[in-house]
């Protein structure tokens, strides 16, 4: 069953990984879809889209441009004849640097990108919503946001800072018809993490990754991608203001020894 018929979405960072899988899903869901990135990854995604037998365009988009993001909401809108979904997923992960060495630049890029990108997402697209009957917002966080042990103390503050957001958004928006959540992958193979599994695959230690979650294994784009899906449409009218964490159980537990507990 097709539950995006005659949708139309807005996903940033669409030109790979987890923003890309969404795109393509949200397509062969039935939405008509503004695939946007800062790289020309957007051109792939868009030829997958249509290969998928789906619809969408292709722009380039730098999330942390708060004007570049109105005006793309608008061509959104133009283009689209309105807006109904919006992915807000373009993100950097820095790099691994101890919190006390921190570059402050490093500090600003990131939060640039993953905390205020967003914030230029969500406060466009919900303007329109707003104004136009309602909509859904889905924006990515991690389980980086919401303790530590996941990326570096840049990435999971703008992390924790996205959930929050998310929940002062929904009850903001309150009574407007537009819904806002977020979405906590656990490890996803992506161009973010790619060296993680070119690594592990190199040195035949697959087996390693993931092995702390229930599942055993990291997770695929598509598998986010599915999540994004449900909350974009009807079947998650009653679903707002969270944050749901994907990530195999990792998030469930504390941390024990295996073969020692069970
Ligand atoms: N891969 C994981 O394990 C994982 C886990 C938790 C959360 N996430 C989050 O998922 C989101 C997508 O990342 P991914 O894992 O698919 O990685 P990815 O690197 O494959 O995709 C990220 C995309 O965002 C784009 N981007 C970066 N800066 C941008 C900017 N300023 N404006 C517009 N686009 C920009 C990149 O060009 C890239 O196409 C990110 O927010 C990331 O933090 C990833």
Known sequence: MKRLTDRRALVTGAGSGIGRATAI??????????????TDGVDETVRLVAEAGGRAVAARLDVSDDGAVEAMVARAVSEG?????VHANAGISGNLFNVLDVPMEEWSQVLNVNLMGT????????????SNGGGSIVCTASVAGLRAGAGPSPYSASKAAVINLVQTAAVQLSGTGVRVNAICPGLIETGMTQPIFDYAR????????????PTRRAGQPEEIASVVAFLASDDASYLNGQAIVVDGGLSSSHPFIRGQLF
């Open 25 to 38: 899903r949200l397509a062969e869901e039935g939405a008509w879809v503004l695939a946007t990135d800062v």
């Open 119 to 130: 914030v230029h997402t969500v406060t466009h697209a919900a303007r329109y919503m707003k």
């Open 202 to 213: 190199a040195n035949d230690r697959m087996d390693r990754v993931g092995q702390l979650n």
């Open 81 to 85: 004849g309105g807006l109904d979904f």
